[in-house]
T-cell receptor, first 114, second 109 residues
Framework: KAGVTQTPRYLIKTRGQQVTLSCSPI?????VSWYQQTPGQGLQFLFE???????NKGNFPGRFSGRQFSNSRSEMNVSTLELGDSALYLC?????????????FGPGTRLTVL | EDQVTQSPEALRLQEGESSSLNCSYTVSGLRGLFWYRQDPGKGPEFLFTLYSAGEEKEKERLKATLTKKESFLHITAPKPEDSATYLC??????????FGAGTRLTVKP
């Protein structure tokens, strides 16, 4: 079974631009979560989608948004990029929406904002 | 609020020197405790899920245990390839996952 895939793997943007990241979950998984990982803050939860509906949202500004499509693929968008948005963005999928379900992570997208 | 604290922040071992990593948690209704391994620049790799106090799971040189307040990841006779950051996460009643800051393990040959 193929794992979680994320595209692109690396991205360089300048301040003020916007960016869209993509995530394809493991086949059959309907839950997709997004995380931001930085050396200082560790793994920070952004949001989770299940069956095209946002179920949970972390403490991030409205510049961070996402969506999920009917095939469970998900996209995350960051508008008006700031230097502090430089991070590894990780996507994780799980079969169900419950805390008992294990999340499996993709390789991440490394975003650098100049 | 759910909290996860991992200790130590960093651990340096000689090859073959066994040790344990700690994950302390406070959560409203533990549904699952998860251990991951993360190599630099890569996504976390799933290791174990534990669901109830007293549960133990093993995989090669790793063994995870769970009590009502903490989990331990025991590493027996580690090898240099075990060097990585080990992350602990808990799932509670609100269905999200809270991650600890991780323990950075270095195993010297």
């Amino acid at each position: 079974k193929a794992g979680v895939t994320q595209t692109p793997r690396y991205l360089i943007k300048t301040r003020g631009q916007q960016v869209t990241l993509s995530c394809s979950p493991i086949s059959g998984h309907r839950s997709v979560s997004w995380y931001q990982q930085t050396p200082g803050q560790g793994l920070q939860f952004l949001f989770e989608y299940f069956s095209e509906t946002q179920r949970n949202k972390g403490n991030f500004p409205g510049r961070f948004s996402g969506r999920q499509f009917s095939n469970s693929r998900s996209e995350m968008n960051v508008s008006t990029l700031e230097l502090g948005d430089s991070a590894l963005y990780l996507c994780a999928s799980r079969g169900g929406p419950h805390s008992t379900d294990t999340q499996y992570f993709g390789p991440g997208t490394r975003l650098t904002v100049l | 609020e759910d909290q996860v604290t991992q200790s130590p922040e960093a651990l340096r071992l000689q090859e073959g020197e066994s040790s344990s990593l700690n994950c302390s948690y406070t959560v409203s209704g533990l549904r699952g405790l998860f251990w991951y391994r993360q190599d630099p620049g890569k996504g976390p790799e799933f290791l174990f899920t534990l669901y109830s106090a007293g549960e133990e799971k093993e995989k090669e040189r790793l063994k995870a245990t769970l009590t009502k307040k903490e989990s331990f990841l025991h590493i027996t006779a580690p090898k240099p390839e075990d060097s990585a950051t080990y992350l602990c996460a808990v799932g509670g009643n609100n269905n999200d996952m809270r991650f600890g800051a991780g323990t950075r393990l270095t195993v010297k040959p």
